[in-house]
């Protein structure tokens, strides 16, 4: 996989929220509607979730179609996040905020593909959204 024009786009993209210091993370493969966790009473009714809870995703491999926006709840008081390993969504790697209990992070997947993620602090935590 190579894809120079996002690296760009992304690497554009996390300059800019450094600079300014707000500004959700945009990317072409991916775009996070919030940087910081989120109340879970915040999730849309309808949303597509992956609860984690027992140091486990609950959806080892969550299909979702292209733009649509998984919201991942954290069930327990241990502290998780959803974070892609260089090469996943971009040339950069990147990391989610930890959420402590009851709260979601989203993130919105822009292109088809399989992203596999992982917990920063627990990297045996691992599952895959796949986009169609
Ligand atoms: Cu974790």
Known sequence: MNFPTKSRSVLAALMLAA????GAFAADTIT???????????????AIIVNIE?????????KVKTGDTVYWINKEVMPHNVAF?????????????????DQAYSITFNEAGSYE??????????????VE
């Open 85 to 101: 390993k260089k090469g996943v969504v971009g040339d950069e790697p990147f990391k989610g905020e930890m959420l402590k209990k």
């Open 19 to 22: 600079f300014s210091g707000t």
């Open 32 to 46: 996070v509607p919030s940087e910081a966790a989120v109340p879970v009473a915040e999730v849309p009714a309808d």
């Open 117 to 130: 993620y992982h917990c920063t602090p627990h990297p045996f935590m691992r599952a895959t959204v796949i």
């Open 54 to 62: 027992k140091m486990k995703y609950d959806q080892p491999e969550l």
